[in-house]
């Protein structure tokens, strides 16, 4: 969805969702060329086509949308122009029959956009579970492996030097035991 500033965010009466679909665009007074365009997000009361000809903010519209099966004709006003190819349009006129069709289509999206919102949810919750329970597994892993390789406590020979090096200076502090197990918790 193109970007829009936060004012033109709080202008909007509906929501609006992304979707794809066709749009034919005739600039009022018609001059019998039609601009086609790409339908990108869709509302109640508006559009976002991206088109290959650029229109006029303000310009006034005949447009006629396809998303999925529906299709709907209605009069729109040019509000927003991003760029030089992508128009927002506010409707201003549909007949009954296209406001049915309209608020069919979109309460079509805003349902799929529901479902998808859940199963995103739904992933995000169950990837921080899994990377959790991993992390788990990994922590008992390095547990184990030093229970079973005790040997792997010994100090490394890097270590042994040190050690021999404070002996030799007639320090007498201790010498702690590390255990380094690396564990791949992905793999």
Known sequence: MPERADAEEDRRRSPRFTCGGRAEINCLPSS????????????????????LEPID?????EIVVRVNAASFRAVGEVRAVRGALGAGLEFVHLSASGKDMLASVVAELARLQSAINKLKSARREMDAQAFKKELEN??????????????????????????????????????EERLVISVNLFG
Not at 142 to 162: C, H, K, Q, Y
């Open 32 to 51: 019998g060329i039609l601009v086609a365009g790409a339908i990108r997000d869709l509302s109640l009361h508006g559009c976002w086509v991206d088109t």
């Open 138 to 175: 990994g922590k008992h892993q390095a547990a184990m492996l030093s229970e079973r390789f005790r040997v792997l406590r010994t100090i490394g020979p890097a270590e042994n030097s040190e050690r021999k090096e404070s002996e030799a200076v007639g320090d007498e502090e201790s010498v």
């Open 57 to 61: 903010r303000g310009a006034r519209t």
